[in-house]
């Protein structure tokens, strides 16, 4: 049986999150220590070479993202993207508040590999909370001196979840509806007021102060060789135990659901999982023996996305879950691009009229063109994911569908 | 309670500070009265017509009256099938409004929310703000009565 | 330069460029509604979309930057299929009754369905789009029932007027230009200059001077320079039998070199006066506290004969010019001399120095 390892989450429940001394005896700003006893190149090369790829959902190699801004930039941002608005989402959000220091110590890391001295953590309006907590931490930070000359800011979402796309958010804080920028430019060369600007979820920088300590061989050597290190998982549905979890990358999905999570509620029998939040795949039975890791799930035509594992069992209406899923994407749309302002409100439409047994097999035709071309032709992440959940769900749960079509 | 000019001013040389300002008036007012679109356009120097565009992008921010108790119900996947939509009709019912509006006293809005980020315990309701877990149509009484 | 592979076709283009444009300079047409090379790229409209080999997702070419090795099919079936349900989305919005609109046969929505063979709407699911249109403004009427939010005008009011009067309100589906408080526009900043109706691709934004008097295609466009003040824009006289029923811009370099097809309020909608019956169309001479019609000869004999007289009798420095941004600066430079030189006297002023 595979086991917990924690790397993001070593010091949860062990250390008083408001408490920066507890940070300090347990290790704390070693890690920082350390990376600014090197150089920023040898930092980055540090960093690429460990092969942490972004935990934000695009796997993205983090070194090698940092390695694209220009060194000699006078001005640069590192930005935090604590927007989690994935539903079914809440890992980052664990993570902040059982110990907060450790994503102002990996934030600061990243200040030093990229030279810059201004950070902001961009947190979802919906964890007004945790910003109080995270104001507390810097204050303490700043008043023990462990941060330098780096300094963090942090910004109050307002209820949009396509802001934690990385350039609807920095246009965000910059002030502006969050609508994405087209790209390139890449925020790494012109972001936020139009300087470089490095963007990374909350789990990719607290991941960070472990491997500049332990360096870049130990932390390959964890999980799969491809996506290395845990990831910090999020249960919710109908399994026994919803809980979050951090897991080597080679868990599967099986591991996840029955040993973790303590398989189905109530002893009834499993129907599907959606992983990587409400924009994440379906996914049958008969997949659940795939590993959690970025490269599998894509294998599978899933996504690991955020890490939150949606379990619905046996007596879930697949058709009702799809239809609520499309209602989210309209309402978050941003409306800028035209495939997906309007193509996320009529797919809401269609599966609701579908949802209520009134459709036939040309709305089905006309749902699946729809969505095969949003992915393709939508400006940003949103409008490109959001025909996921319906497409899936088609492949492997099509039954489900035809039950309700009108016959003519 | 601070006038709306003096709370906006305070975010003045915070750049791009108009979202954290509009959070800070909402935070006394509940809602974004009138004067503050003009007032936000002329302190951070956009137009009127982009600071209503920013106040009407963010669905927690409202150019509308709203009540004191502002009750958010997430409808988001996990929380829908953990009962979101029975959870929904009670309050509608317990309050005699429809979500998205306020009772005639000014005291609760319903509104309807996507996912608020604890669903190790849907279905989740928040009042200004405050998350409450697992919630049930049983419970709305006795939440709404902690509402003075 | 930058090679790339268009069609099958290898192009080069200047490095910097976009898709776009080095399809434009290949000849190849690229279907655009969001796109306008004189203001801000939005990439927003998914129209010019084209398939580069090898990835996953289309590009949009306005903004899509050219890159050597690339190949790149603008018509290929995907593309055309994506096109055609964008132009589907933007339907099943539309109130079309290009029957009556004032931009028929010059819109490019109807155009791009015309091309694309989108006859009616995959889409047409739930309540069809129904904004009120009323804003009372004597200049031009707002139908967002035909706006295919491309932000054209948005941008054009922020970046080639500076007025910023519009903006987007809401988001997703729900998005629409307005003005704070979607209120109107006789209540913005707005000056009625016009430009957002310029750019603006579809018929949601259209002249109410101009309702009813012709289609664009049944009109002559003629160039001229405005005649209301000394900048001197370039504006296109839409003449149809004799008669001028509209003014629209010109915005290339060369025939617009002024202004480039920005106008101003008067210059944009304030040309009816050409055919009012009011119009002075001669020289008229007060005799006895009534005016009679009088030849141009008899009028400035006059006006000679009475202009010597008060010299003589009160002196040059009884006299002075006033003259008007109206006349160009050679008709000023004419006024000044002849105030100088011919009457005599330094008694010259200018409107413009109000
Ligand atoms: C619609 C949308 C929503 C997103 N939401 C989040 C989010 O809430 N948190 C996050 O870290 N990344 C989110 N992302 C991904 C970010 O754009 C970006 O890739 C990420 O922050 C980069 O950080 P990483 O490399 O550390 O993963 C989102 C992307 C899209 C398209
Ligand atoms: S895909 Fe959707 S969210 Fe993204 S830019 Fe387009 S409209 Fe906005
Ligand atoms: S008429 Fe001119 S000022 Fe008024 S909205 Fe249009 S572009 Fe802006
Ligand atoms: S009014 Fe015209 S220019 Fe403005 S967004 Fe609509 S279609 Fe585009
Ligand atoms: S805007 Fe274009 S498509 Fe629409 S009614 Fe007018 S001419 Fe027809
Ligand atoms: S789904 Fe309701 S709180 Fe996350
Ligand atoms: S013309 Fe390129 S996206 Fe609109």
């Keep these: 049986m595979i086991e917990e390892k924690r790397i993001v989450l070593r010091n949860a429940d062990l250390i008083d999150p408001e408490k920066i ?14 990376a600014r006893s090197m150089s920023s190149p040898d930092l980055i090369a540090e960093i690429k070479k460990s ?8 796997a993205f190699n983090c070194g090698l993202k940092w390695s694209f801004a220009p060194a000699d930039a006078p001005v640069s941002y590192v930005v935090c993207n604590f927007d989690e608005g994935e539903p079914g989402t809440y890992k980052d959000r664990i993570i902040v508040q059982k110990d907060p220091q450790s994503l102002l110590e990996g934030m600061a890391i990243c200040g030093h590999a990229v030279n810059s001295k201004q950070g902001y953590i961009y947190c979802r309006g919906e964890y007004p909370y945790v910003v109080d907590l995270l104001n507390r931490a810097i204050d303490q930070a700043r008043g023990k001196g462990v941060l330098g000359d780096f300094d963090i800011e942090v910004r109050m979402g307002g209820g949009a979840y396509v802001c934690g796309e990385e350039t609807a958010l920095i246009e965000s804080i910059e002030g502006h509806r969050g609508e994405p920028r087209i790209k390139p430019p890449f925020p790494g060369v012109a972001g936020l007021w139009a300087q470089p600007t490095v963007v990374n979820n909350v789990e990719t920088f607290t991941n960070l102060p472990s491997i500049v300590l332990n360096g870049a061989e130990w932390f390959a050597a964890i999980g799969a060789p491809n996506y290395p290190g845990t990831k910090v998982l999020t249960l919710t549905g109908d399994v026994t135990n919803r809980v979050s979890i951090e897991v080597p990358t080679t868990a599967t999905l099986r591991e996840v659901i029955y040993d973790f999570g303590g398989g189905i509620k109530e002893g009834k029998k499993f129907k599907a999982v959606q992983v990587g939040g409400t924009s994440g795949g379906f996914i049958p039975e008969s997949l659940l023996d795939t590993p959690i890791d970025f490269d599998s799930m894509r294998g599978i035509g899933a996504t690991l996305g955020t890490g939150a594992v949606f379990v619905m069992d046996e007596t879930r209406d697949i058709v009702d879950i799809t239809t609520r899923i499309a209602k989210f994407f309209e309402h978050e749309s941003c409306g800028k691009c035209n495939p997906c302002r309007e193509g996320t409100f009529r797919a809401y439409e269609i599966m609701k009229k579908i949802n209520q047994g009134q459709a036939s097999v040309q709305d089905i035709e006309n749902l699946t063109i729809l969505s095969q071309v949003m992915e393709k032709a939508c400006l940003c992440g949103l409008g490109q994911a959001a025909p996921s959940p319906i497409l899936t769900t088609l492949k492997h749960f099509y039954p489900e569908y035809q039950a309700r079509l009108q016959l003519n | 309670m601070s006038t709306i000019k003096d709370i906006i001013l305070s975010y003045r040389d915070k750049p791009g500070g108009i979202i954290e300002a ?21 302190t951070f120097g956009v137009s009127e017509a982009q600071a209503y565009g920013v106040a009407t992008f963010y669905s927690y921010l409202s150019v509308e009256q709203r009540g004191k108790y502002i009750i958010r119900m997430c409808e988001s996947a996990p929380c829908h099938v953990a009962g979101a939509e029975a959870l929904i009709k009670a309050f509608e019912a317990a309050l005699g409004i429809m979500a998205g509006e306020t009772t005639a006293d000014g005291k609760f809005t319903l509104e309807l929310t996507e996912c608020v980020g604890q669903c190790q315990a849907t279905p989740v309701i928040t009042i200004n703000n405050v998350p409450y877990l697992n919630m049930s149509p049983e419970q709305v009484p006795a939440v709404l009565a902690l509402c003075k | 330069m930058i090679t790339l592979t268009i069609n099958g076709k290898e192009v080069q283009t200047p490095k910097g460029s976009t898709i776009l444009e080095a399809c434009q300079q290949a000849g190849i047409p690229i279907p655009t509604l969001c796109y306008d090379p004189d203001l801000r790229l939005a990439g927003s409209c998914r129209m010019c979309l084209v398939e580069i080999k090898g990835r996953p997702l289309y590009a949009a070419s306005c903004v899509a930057p050219a890159e050597n090795g690339i190949v790149v099919e603008t018509e290929s079936p995907g593309i055309v299929a994506a096109r055609k349900v964008i132009l589907e989305l933007l339907s099943a919005r539309h109130n079309f009754n290009c029957q009556v609109c004032e931009k028929n046969g010059n819109c490019k929505l109807q155009d791009y369905c015309y091309q694309y063979g989108v006859k009616e709407s995959r889409f047409n699911y739930g309540e069809p789009t129904n904004y009120p249109i009323n804003d009372p403004n004597p200049f031009f009427e707002r139908d967002y ?8 005008c948005v941008r054009a009011c922020e970046d080639i007027s500076i007025v910023r009067a519009i903006s987007v309100e809401n988001r997703g589906h729900h998005a629409k230009i307005s003005t704070a408080f979607d209120g109107n526009l006789t209540d913005s900043p707005c000056v009625f200059c016009g430009q957002c109706v310029m750019v603006c691709p579809t018929g949601a934004l259209t002249s109410k001077v101009s309702a009813g008097l012709g289609r664009s295609y049944e009109v002559d466009k003629v160039l001229t320079t405005c005649s209301y003040c000394g900048t001197g824009c370039t504006l296109e006289l839409n003449v149809k039998d004799d008669r001028v029923v509209g003014v629209t811009s010109n915005r290339t370099d060369t025939g617009s070199p002024v202004n480039k097809g920005a106008l101003c309020v008067k210059g944009r909608f304030g040309w009816d006066f050409i055919n009012s019956p009011e119009r002075l169309t001669t020289p008229l001479i007060k005799e006895n506290g009534e005016f009679r019609k009088a030849s141009w000869d008899e009028a400035l004999d006059l006006v000679a004969k009475r202009l010597g007289e008060i010299k003589t009798e009160f002196g040059a420095d009884s006299m002075a010019v006033f003259t008007s941004a109206r006349v160009t600066n050679e008709e000023n430079y004419i006024a000044q001399k002849f105030t100088r030189a011919v009457l005599g006297t330094n008694n010259v002023d200018h409107c413009a120095r109000l």
């Excluded at chain 1, 001394?21 to 350390?34: I, N, R, S």
């Excluded at chain 1, 092969?51 to 695009?58: C, T």
């Design chain 1, 51 to 58: 092969n942490l790829r972004g935990r934000g959902g695009a």
């Design chain 1, 21 to 34: 001394e507890d940070y300090l005896l347990a290790g704390g700003y070693q890690g920082l220590e350390k």
């Design chain 2, 22 to 42: 509009y959070h800070a008036v909402q935070k006394e007012y509940n809602y974004l009265p009138e004067e503050t679109i003009a007032t936000a356009a002329s």
């Design chain 3, 145 to 152: 029932n035909k706006c295919i939010m491309c932000t054209r």
